[in-house]
T-cell receptor, first 114, second 112 residues
């Protein structure tokens, strides 16, 4: 158990819908990252927050947005869902911003868009 | 986009044998990390090697890094059936904060 929790574990929804994925980082970690894992794109970095502020953006679509709240939990919002958005979405957390800080991954949310 | 390639994509060995997986990357790095993923589950951090290190050990794991060739290898010695998983290398860029860029992974199967 990494100490990072993600809810829900599974999500099945229809095209055009909007969903919210939730992540609670390990106690004491200030950085939260979101990654997407799909069969065709592999594991890709989406976005990072540190202590409530956006720090880095990767291959995140404009239909996706995220935020980190004062209690440090984070939410990833996916809207106007398409079939291709079906994937495993992982949240990870680390203590800070150093490149050597280990990122601890949650169990993921499996999103299926029908 | 992915940082690099992992080789082989799949590997099947017998218990007790050694497993070697290779990773190549494209840009300058601060460090390279190896993660393990059991079938559709979360990733587990295995080991981190900094760009100024050439070799690192952790239990049955041995990682090497050749920055001139932009490549790394992960050796698992005396493999066990429980080592069956996918293994990913991930790089933290020299100038790109600490976001990780992952390779495509190697699926390892260890037969009892």
């Amino acid at each position: 158990d990494s100490g990072v929790t993600q809810t829900p574990k599974h999500l099945i929804t229809a095209t055009g819908q909007r969903v919210t994925l939730r992540c609670s980082p390990r106690s004491g970690d200030l950085s939260v990252y979101w990654y997407q894992q799909s069969l065709d794109q592999g594991l890709q970095f989406l976005i990072q927050y540190y202590n409530g502020e956006e720090r880095a953006k990767g291959n995140i679509l404009e239909r996706f947005s995220a935020q980190q709240f004062p209690d440090l939990h984070s939410e990833l919002n996916l809207s106007s869902l398409e079939l291709g958005d079906s994937a495993l979405y992982f949240c990870a957390s680390s203590v800070g911003l150093a490149a050597s800080d280990t990122q601890y991954f949650g169990p993921g949310t499996r999103l299926t868009v029908l | 986009s992915q940082q690099g390639e992992e080789d082989p994509q799949a590997l099947s060995i017998q218990e007790g044998e050694n497993a070697t997986m290779n990773c190549s990357y494209k840009t300058s790095i601060n460090n390279l990390q190896w993660y393990r993923q059991n079938s559709g589950r979360g990733l587990v951090h295995l080991i981190l090697i900094r760009s100024n290190e050439r070799e690192k050990h952790s239990g049955r794991l041995r990682v090497t890094l050749d920055t001139s060739k932009k490549s790394s290898s992960l050796l698992i010695t005396a493999s066990r059936a429980a080592d069956t998983a996918s293994y990913f290398c991930a790089t933290a860029g020299a100038n790109a904060g600490n976001m990780l860029t992952f390779g495509g992974g190697t699926r390892l199967m260890v037969k009892p």
